[in-house]
């Protein structure tokens, strides 16, 4: 007995030597080629915080204060606790960052953005470093044997159900979903372009007996759409509720339901998933509440160069991705967990203002992700030096966590599927189950929001009058002088039109977006992620270099609030 456990165990021994060694070559042949560490920190442990935190809001001749700090940090929702609007206030940073650690955002790139030629950038950005030339997906081939984190698996091959294929027609389970962008950066118009995918994991897909069901995974999104959303979701079509012995629209009938009821009141005794998921519910194996998703969720999202469409002449997808970013959900938190979690995050934040120190650790490692503290594992994927896709350091990984679950903003650390369309009719532009190579953000209409004493609002159209290049660093003047006259007076019309159409706002021209896709190309070059990921060509001027002290003021003074 002992003798064979002995052998066993050397086994296993010789096994993880190899695999190390496997894994260890691959990463050491990154870090020579690129100039990267994998493990080490380089700039500062606060890279979880953004480069716009550090925007001038006030402008120097004018003395007119702008806000674009209300779109991350603003009271949550519950059970989002983290309520940090006061941060709009004042530039209260721990003091070891008071000097903007972001150095990219310095950079004058213009000489080298000046040697690439338009046809160059369209040629690098047109090629696809997802997929080889054989239409395997690269990264999921080139990366260890032994790799533990994520390894890509989506085809982007959509059927008109936005349900992802793989080449030999089998449902990779995950579903392309289109949303309204969020405020700013994430607009095509500042620099890139991206999709997002879901996928619940696999008892959410099949039927009580364990076999696929495209129905019911079907249904199980919409279950957690409306969950998520905590609001009724309407169905595309009755469904019959006899078929999973669930009362959906609750209205305590098995009968025909037209729509998924979210009552705050009962939920949870009265919704459920449907299918396998169901059975796993009621043994608490999975769970269900309110504004959050269920254990297993995984998030895919493409971030790619702004490519163009010679016969529709606007801007599309390109096929090369800056950054492939992935998100699972691996446990559950409650909501009394999630409250501690935030408390102490508030905490961190002292944004009652005093003097900072300390900041934040993050638990995790390049391979399996970093951790939220509160069930989700983040993990990105990034173009090397010569442009083929490769796992981000630790460093690198820790610029995801604050975005997803230091602010006010996400719902469950998630952004975009709050913001999921909700159209039910297939042809509609609002359809929400479609990726943008399929429909774009063409002929949408804008959303509207309510903030406290605002009442409801235009969103993008509120963003723009409080922040008139519709973006941070105020530096989009594409976007000012299109609803902006000389003198700062909003054009009613181009606001009447973004109404209508928020394609307007949101998408550049082709001459802003090659400029902005050669910026980004020679930050590649650099290998510099961790001082910046923005593209500047030239510095950037409304960013402070230094805070003087973490008192110091942005001057705003109407605090903006969501209206939960
Ligand atoms: C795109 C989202 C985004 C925008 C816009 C933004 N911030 Fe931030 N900010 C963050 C994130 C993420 C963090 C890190 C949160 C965390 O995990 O603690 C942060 C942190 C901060 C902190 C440090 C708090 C701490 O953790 O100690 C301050 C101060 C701050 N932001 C001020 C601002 C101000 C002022 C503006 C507007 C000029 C602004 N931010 C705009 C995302 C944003
Ligand atoms: C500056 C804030 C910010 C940072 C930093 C950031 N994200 Fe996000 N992320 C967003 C926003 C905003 C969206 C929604 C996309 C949109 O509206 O276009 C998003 C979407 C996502 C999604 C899809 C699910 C969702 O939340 O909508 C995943 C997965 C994701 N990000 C992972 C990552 C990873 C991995 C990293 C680090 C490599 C990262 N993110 C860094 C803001 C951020």
Redesign the pocket.
């Known amino acids: 007995m002992k003798k064979i456990y002995l052998t066993t165990a050397l086994i296993a021994m010789t096994i993880s030597a190899n695999s190390a060694s496997n894994k260890a070559t691959y990463i050491q042949a990154l870090e020579k080629e690129n100039g990267i560490k994998y493990n080490k920190i380089d700039n500062t442990y606060a890279s979880y915080i ?1 480069s ?1 935190c550090y925007t001038k809001t006030k402008d120097n001749k004018s003395g007119k204060v702008f806000n674009p700090c209300y779109s ?1 940090h603003t009271n949550g929702k519950e059970p989002n606790y983290i309520d940090d609007a006061n941060l709009q206030a004042s530039y209260n940073f721990p003091t070891e960052i008071l000097n903007n650690p972001f150095k990219n955002l310095f950079k004058d790139r213009s000489k080298e953005v000046g040697k690439i030629s338009d046809k160059e950038i369209l040629d690098y950005i047109n090629q696809s470093n997802y997929f080889d030339a054989d239409h395997t997906i690269a990264l999921a081939k080139n990366l260890p044997k032994d790799w533990q984190g994520y390894r890509p698996d989506c085809y982007y091959n959509f059927d008109k159900e936005g349900f992802d294929h793989s080449p030999d027609g089998n449902y990779t389970g995950w579903r392309a979903f289109r ?4 405020l700013g ?2 607009w095509p118009t500042n620099g890139s372009t ?1 999709d ?1 995918l879901i996928r619940l994991s696999k008892p959410f897909r099949m039927d009580k007996n364990g076999k696929f069901d495209k129905n019911i995974y079907k249904l199980n999104l919409s279950i957690v759409e409306a969950i998520v959303k905590q609001k009724d979701i309407k169905l595309p079509h009755k469904i019959d509720e006899s078929l999973y012995g669930v009362d959906l629209n609750q209205d305590g009938k098995i009968d025909m339901a037209q729509k998924v009821v979210f009552d705050s009141s009962k939920y949870f005794t009265h919704m459920s998933y449907v299918g396998t998921a169901k059975k796993l519910l009621k043994e608490h194996k999975v769970h269900l509440a309110g504004g959050l998703f269920p254990e297993g969720t995984e ?3 493409s971030v790619r160069y702004v490519g163009w469409d010679d016969k529709q002449k606007h801007i599309k997808m390109a096929n090369r991705f800056k ?1 492939l ?3 699972k959900k691996l446990y559950w938190s409650s909501y009394s967990e999630l409250l501690r979690a935030a408390d102490a995050e508030l905490k961190e934040q002292n944004v009652l203002g005093t003097d900072q120190t300390e900041s934040e650790v993050w638990y995790g490692d390049y391979e399996h992700g970093i951790k939220s503290g509160t069930g989700w594992i ?3 994927f ?1 173009e090397d030096k010569k442009g083929a896709l490769r796992p ?1 350091t630790y460093e ?2 820790i ?2 966590m ?3 679950a230091g602010v006010g903003a ?1 719902t469950d ?5 709050p ?1 999921k369309f909700e159209g039910t009719d297939m042809h509609s532009v609002e359809y929400g189950w479609n990726h943008w190579s399929q429909k774009s953000l063409i002929g949408v209409p804008e959303p509207k929001v309510s903030y406290k004493g605002y009442g409801k609002q235009y969103e993008y159209s509120f963003y723009l009058l409080h922040n008139p290049t519709g973006n941070e660093f105020r530096d989009n003047m594409e976007v000012r002088d299109k609803f902006f006259d000389k003198d700062g007076k909003p054009k009613e019309d181009m606001f009447n039109k973004l109404h209508k159409d928020i394609s307007v706002a949101l998408l550049p021209s082709l001459k802003r977006a090659l400029q902005m896709d050669k910026g980004y190309k020679v930050l590649v070059g650099e290998q510099s992620f961790i001082y910046g990921r923005e593209g500047n060509a030239k510095p950037i001027k409304n960013v402070y270099k230094k805070i003087d002290n973490y008192h110091q003021s942005t001057g705003i003074d109407k605090i903006i609030l969501h209206d939960n």
Do not use: K, N
């Open positions: 953004t716009m991350c949303y309204y962008p969020f950066t994430f991206d997002v998030f895919l999202h950054e970013r992935y998100a983040y993990q990105g990034i981000q690198e990984t610029g995801c604050g975005c997803h996400p650390t998630i952004i975009s599927f913001r």
